[in-house]
């Protein structure tokens, strides 16, 4: 599995969607790693949520790839799952 990357990461799209899904624990890793994973609203390893692809999304994205994978969503998605 590789981290998310500015290579890896789905093309941008006007209203498109994110699925990030949590594939490592935050346990060891800094706070502030920790609550940037709360607020992408992961809350253990597995559980995933559909965002919208927005600026304000991918910067959180971009600081912890090496906890989350990224894939591109449906834009008919919405609200969480788990």
């Given at each position: 599995?590789?981290?998310?990357?500015?290579a890896?990461?789905?093309?941008?799209?006007?209203?498109?969607?994110l699925?990030?899904?949590?594939?490592?624990?935050?346990i060891?890793?800094k706070?502030?790693h920790?609550?940037?994973?709360?607020?992408?609203?992961?809350?253990?390893?597995?559980?995933?949520?559909?965002?919208?692809?927005?600026?304000?999304?991918?910067?959180?994205?971009?600081?912890?790839?090496?906890?989350?994978?990224?894939?591109?969503g449906?834009?008919?998605?919405?609200?969480?799952s788990?």
């Open positions: 599995m590789a981290a998310v990357t500015p890896t990461m789905p093309p941008k799209v006007d209203g498109g969607r699925v990030v899904t949590q594939v490592k624990s935050g060891g890793t706070p502030k920790r609550g940037t994973l709360r607020a992408l609203g992961l809350h253990g390893i597995g559980s995933s949520n559909t965002l919208p692809d927005r600026p304000e999304i991918r910067g959180m994205i971009a600081r912890v790839p090496h906890l989350i994978t990224v894939a591109a449906d834009q008919s998605d919405s609200g969480e788990r």
